[in-house]
């Protein structure tokens, strides 16, 4: 009973503070109104335009220090994020060339590096990255995966897309297709 009327004084001092405050605003505000007015209209003229100096310099400078600290955040995300998608290419690519070549990965050494990946990637991948690692993921892991090998490809390309724009690459001029031309010969008869 003690600690509930401790919080209810509490909760109510809080009301009166929030109205004192209010009142001695408003107050504050009519007395600022009444002596404005009062003025003759060359004073008023250059009060308002001094004021107006103020809040739009204020206004500047937090704007200006706002953008600066989510640029200084976007590079240092930046810094984190590229050893690791280095790495998440590196796996995906020794997948697809490790089938290539007769030198696959165990089915141990698979398991073992994409749990690494996806707790790195829970960390460091963006919304987009996450999103085309997990249809990566599962649709490399089907057996559709064996029958279907263009569609693996094309979600292979989605995820390199994603990891591109994630570290700030403009792929605008970029064609479906186009990263995959570069490591897959004959992608256009699959497209």
Avoid: C
């Avoid at 976007?74 to 089938?99: C, H, M, Q």
């Amino acid at each position: 009973m003690d600690k509930r009327v401790g919080t209810f004084l509490q909760i109510l001092f809080g009301f009166a503070v929030l109205g004192g405050t209010g009142w001695g605003l408003f107050l504050l505000a009519r007395s600022a109104s009444q002596a404005f007015t009062q003025l003759d209209e060359k004073t008023a003229a250059s009060l308002v335009a001094a004021f107006t100096t103020i809040v739009v310099s204020l206004v500047s400078v937090l704007v200006a220090k706002s953008y600066e600290r989510r640029r200084a955040i976007e590079i240092e995300l930046r810094g984190k994020k590229t050893p690791f998608y280095e790495n998440l290419i590196a796996l995906v690519f020794d997948a697809i060339y490790s089938a290539k070549f007769g030198e696959s990965m165990s089915e141990k050494e698979t398991h073992k590096a994409f749990a690494d990946a996806t707790k790195n990637l829970v960390i460091w991948g963006s919304p987009e990255v996450v999103s085309a690692f997990s249809r990566f993921r599962r649709l490399a892991t089907t057996a559709s995966a064996s029958k279907d090998p263009p569609s693996v490809m094309i979600t292979v390309e989605g995820l390199l897309r994603a990891i591109r724009k994630d570290l700030g690459h403009d792929d605008s001029k970029v064609q479906k297709g186009d990263i995959l031309r570069l490591f897959i010969n004959d992608i256009d008869q699959h497209l």
